[in-house]
């Protein structure tokens, strides 16, 4: 037996109900009336969804109805509620959905003579929005029936429903009443009367129409709330609609992983060009192109005009210049830039120049790298910590993350390995050309001797940059100290010009057979080409140049243009790297975190667009019977569950960026804490802080 008192049921102005009370037995209860009597608002107000209750009691459980948790808890362990909506999850089926409730339940009872009755089981594994109006109420009512509570609170249950289907309602409610249920229906439908135990009709009032006192059989209590065993079934809310969910999700990863990597290449820039501010600032190379190539970008293989010791110290007279280093940077393979006496006149110097590095491994068999590599001086002077990953504190080369990766992933093994290769030092300066406008260009380009260099790593850097070098598409980079290579310069430089006098024999097919200097050719051949080479004594073709303060760089710079030099700096011509292009590298930067919230934003709205399936669920499991902190738990825990799986995603699609970077090296961006954490912050942000706003 449930007897409820309620107090006077109005809103504003207008009575509904005035105050009274109602007993309802086991069996079935109908509440007759006309449309807009109060019996929607009479069910609400005996299943606790509005504030007019004052008294309610249940077999022999008397129902605080001032504490929220009391009433929650007996709605989950009596009360089922099918209201005239018919609310259900709308993005699991049927099925799923009553699975989900059964997770709830002591021992899951067989749902398969409910369905038999309303004929129901073609429908199971379908969605709410494919049913009909009919089909969502019993739909529903199977819901109700699932979760095995003992009341059952039923809103026009059979209304705008066949006869058929119907009659099929009527014989699944004799069906409960024979289980012990009670029910509660408020209804139109006048053939209910004939099942009815009991009958009470709203007019201004309540009056029983007829009553039946019936023995109610105590229900025993078979469900339990288990919160965690609803999470596996919510999962399977991401198969409604699955190409909107794996858009919506693709999305998600993307702006993860598109905002992780851009704020690790905008940190990465940003700390290089201010943590590197004193060299950026104060060090820049100068060199001076030959006629025709003033405006043509720095090359990095030596060729230009050969800068005096005279005309050097022009450059460090000037006012705020602190000193001057010659510099040389060139390809491993540019076997163009050979000294053709080595190349073709010497057996011994052709054969010692191999267009390879020796990888000398401390305990395993040596490795040959084939690949071409740029061989580059640095300042020692400097700190570079900032762009060493790897630092081991020894004489020896620098060399970029991709070498190291092609010889050894290991720390330990790349420290004790030496490296063999062939330096082309440079011995000569010597007229050349270049193919620039569509017409050739004389130039000035270094003859070069090889010379064999075995020696230790000293360190892996971060990239294939350092100091003031060229950006290059090489992945291989040594980097030797500015005053070794110069070292190794004094060994081979000449001091006074050489010609060459060479004869060249013509085969049949026109190619290049022999090479005789100085020599006379045999008598025999009648095809040769006669060639003279003027080697003038080479001069270094760039000098670093330091400044005593940034605040001068720019008169300096001024001044050294003016007597006919370029100035390279760092991948950029130095007239743009002023105090106001740092102000733009920074505004670049706050463009960049002022995109990614945008996308943020344009994130957030569309999760917006889904708050009205996060109420509809939230209040879903509010009638169930589920107390707030629970549905928020709830709702905390699925939060959790997105927001996990969406920095799996990401993370995936981070580490095939990082692959694909390290195997083309565009960045050098590596694998670290700041990435992994950034990508869980907005992981956390996108999944679980912006739902949890809007559901505020």
Request: hydrophobic share 35%; net charge negative; charged share 20%.
């Amino acid at each position: 037996m449930l007897y409820a008192e309620f107090k006077t049921i109005q809103f504003d102005e207008r009575i509904i109900l005035p105050a009274g009370q109602i007993d309802i037995p086991s069996g079935l209860t109908l509440l007759l009336g006309e449309s807009g009597s109060g019996k929607t608002t009479l069910m609400k107000t005996l299943s606790f969804q509005n504030a007019f209750l004052t008294s309610f009691q249940y077999q022999n459980i008397q129902v605080n109805i001032t504490s929220d948790k009391e009433k929650q808890d007996f709605i989950f362990e009596h009360i089922s509620f099918l209201d005239q909506n018919a609310q259900l999850l709308e993005n699991l089926t049927i099925q799923q959905q009553i699975q989900l409730i059964q997770t709830q339940n002591t021992t899951p009872v067989s749902m398969d003579t409910y369905n038999d009755i309303l004929n129901f089981h073609e429908q199971l594994n379908k969605y709410p929005n494919q049913l009909s109006g009919g089909e969502r109420k019993r739909a529903a009512l199977l819901c109700a029936i699932a979760r095995q509570t003992d009341i059952l609170f039923l809103d026009e249950p059979t209304a705008n429903l066949d006869e058929v289907a119907s009659e099929q309602m009527r014989s699944l409610f004799q069906l409960l009443k024979q289980e012990g249920k009670t029910l509660f229906i408020a209804t139109h439908d006048e053939q209910l009367k004939a099942i009815a135990d009991q009958i009470y009709e709203v007019d201004h009032g309540i009056k029983v129409c007829k009553k039946q006192i019936n023995n109610h059989a105590v229900y025993p209590i078979s469900h339990h709330k288990d919160i965690k065993a609803l999470l596996p079934e919510l999962r399977h809310t991401h198969q409604y609609q699955k190409t909107y969910h794996r858009i919506f999700t693709f999305l998600a990863v993307l702006c993860v992983a598109f905002c992780t990597v851009s704020l690790q290449l905008q940190n990465f820039h940003y700390d290089y060009i201010q943590n590197k501010k004193v060299l950026d600032d104060t060090k820049f190379l100068i060199y001076a192109p030959d006629l025709g190539m003033e405006n043509q970008r720095y090359e990095f293989y030596g060729a230009g005009k050969g800068i005096s010791s005279n005309q050097i110290q022009q450059v460090t007279s000037l006012a705020h210049v602190k000193s001057a280093k010659p510099w040389f940077q060139i390809e491993l393979h540019d076997d163009l830039a050979l000294y053709e006496k080595d190349q073709y006149g010497n057996e011994e110097k052709a054969s010692s120049y191999k267009k390879e590095m020796k990888i000398n491994y401390p305990n395993q068999t040596n490795k040959i790298i084939t690949e071409n590599a740029l061989v580059s001086c640095y300042d020692e002077a400097d700190d570079h910590a900032n762009i060493i990953k790897n630092d081991f504190h020894q004489n020896g080369i620098f060399i970029s993350q991709a070498l190291a990766n092609s010889i050894s992933t290991d720390e330990n093994t790349l420290k004790q390995t030496t490296i063999t290769f062939s330096f082309l030092s440079p011995k000569y300066l010597s007229d050349g050309y270049v193919s620039a406008t569509n017409q050739a260009i004389p130039i000035t380009y270094p003859a070069c001797t090889p010379i064999s260099i075995t020696t230790p790593i000293a360190g892996v850097l971060k990239g294939n940059q350092m100091d003031i070098t060229p950006l290059h598409d090489l992945p291989y980079a040594i980097y030797m100290k500015q005053t070794e290579m110069m070292s190794y310069i004094d060994q081979t430089k000449q001091t006074h010009p050489e010609t060459l006098y060479t004869t060249v024999e013509i085969a049949n097919d026109g190619s290049y057979q022999n090479y005789h200097f100085d020599t006379t050719p045999p008598k025999d051949t009648t095809r040769l080409l006669l060639h003279t080479i003027d080697y003038e004594p080479w001069e270094p073709t760039r000098y670093l140049i330091e400044v005593d303060d940034a605040n001068h760089v720019s008169d300096v710079i001024s001044q050294i243009t003016k007597l006919g030099y370029n100035v390279y700096q760092g991948g950029k011509e130095y007239h743009t790297i002023t105090e106001n292009t740092r102000h733009l590298q920074s505004m670049i930067r706050i463009g960049s975190l002022v995109s990614m919230f945008i996308i943020l934003v344009l994130f957030t709205m569309l999760k917006y667009n889904d708050r009205e399936a996060q109420q509809k669920t939230i209040h879903y499991f509010t009638i169930m019977g589920y107390q707030k902190k629970e549905v928020k738990e709830i709702m905390i825990r699925s939060y959790t569950d997105n927001t996990v799986h969406l920095c799996i995603y990401a993370m995936a699609l981070i580490a095939c960026i990082l692959l694909l970077d390290q195997a083309f090296n565009w960045f050098g961006i590596q694998i670290n804490l700041m990435l992994v954490a950034t990508t869980l912050l907005l992981s956390i942000i996108l999944e679980f802080i912006i739902p949890y706003l809007i559901k505020h």
